[in-house]
Nanobody, 120 residues
Framework: EVQLVESGGGLVQPGGSLRLSCAASGFAFSSYAMSWVRQAPGEGPEWVSTISSGGAIKRYADSVKGRFTISRDNAKVTLYLQMNSLKPEDTAVYYC?????????????WGQGTQVTVSS
């Protein structure tokens, strides 16, 4: 059974930083691309970023490019998202997801999510 457990969310002021982590289990983590997806209140899910299985290829949504960095540690079976220069519009529940950016439409491959709130 695929299990994805996110952590690291919280309340941060505009311009601040957070680092999200996602502990994976139940599948061959190092064989899969992994993604982050977010969902703001009252809105549909938004793809944020994807990293290839080996970590060499990274893709970002235009809305976060240059501010967010995705990474992974296959030995620790963990996915990360470093978020810098946070804006109020980054407020959302952030989900770790198994797969490439198409996973934005497949909630069965998401974790339970962690809340990120950017507010002064």
């Amino acid at each position: 059974e695929v299990q994805l457990v996110e952590s690291g969310g919280g309340l941060v002021q505009p311009g601040g930083s957070l680092r999200l982590s996602c502990a994976a289990s139940g599948f061959a983590f190092s064989s899969y691309a992994m993604s982050w997806v977010r969902q703001a209140p009252g809105e549909g899910p938004e793809w944020v970023s994807t990293i290839s299985s080996g970590g060499a290829i990274k893709r970002y949504a235009d809305s976060v490019k240059g501010r967010f960095t995705i990474s992974r540690d296959n030995a620790k079976v963990t996915l990360y998202l470093q978020m810098n220069s946070l804006k109020p519009e980054d407020t959302a529940v952030y989900y770790c997801a198994k797969g490439d950016r198409t996973v934005v439409a497949a909630t069965r491959y998401w974790g339970q999510g962690t809340q990120v709130t950017v507010s002064s």
